[in-house]
């Protein structure tokens, strides 16, 4: 169900959710502003929800707004570790095909889903070798590496050293990819963030804190 809130209007969504344990509010690029319920919780709570929240939601809406703008400045290109490819549509094509500095992809409704299919296969080529340097520079077996596409997340490691990474990584600058590497490679040692995880981070990878940085800031604009 959709609702108009307020004399400039903050157009929402509401769904119920059993696993939720109190009143959630997302904004996301596709799904729009989104508020989560718990099943008991009455019908007006997402109202006072939206309420409360308004200057984080808007503030969120502007972040998304200066990201679109950011993908589309970019025209028929798209980034790779640093680098810049430029998108050459071919009719009949379903699968990208990388050349040189190009991409061989699909026209139409095919090509987003493609360049994504594309972008995850690089990222398992790109990141098994690294993840391969790191975990045996440390002293440390992967149990398995997944390639995933999570919106919040960029990597993890279980206590099993289970480690995942975020395909999006492939469209940052080398540096950061190789941090958040390093970064779950060490949490093969030491799976908090104490003291002790970073003074291990630093020793392996002494320039940590700028591609960090990095991240955080321009995190939003890894998307295609």
Known sequence: MAYDFSATELIYTVRRSSRARRVRVCVDADAGIEVVLPQRAPARAAASAVSELRPW??????????????????????????????????????????????????????????????YRRAARAEITPRVERAAGAVGRDVGSLTIRGQRTRWGSCSSTGALSFNWRLLLAPEDVLEYVVWHEACHLVVLDHSPRFWRLLERHLPGYREPRTWLRRHGGTLVL
Do not use: K, Q
């Open 57 to 118: 939601i808007e503030r969120r809406l502007d972040e998304i707004a200066a990201i679109r703008l950011h993908v589309a400045a970019r025209g028929d290109t798209v980034p790779y570790l640093g680098a810049t490819l430029r998108l050459v549509g071919e009719r009949g094509r379903m699968r990208v095909h990388r050349r040189g500095d190009e991409l061989l992809v699909p026209v139409g409704a095919e090509r987003s889903a493609a360049l994504e299919r594309w």
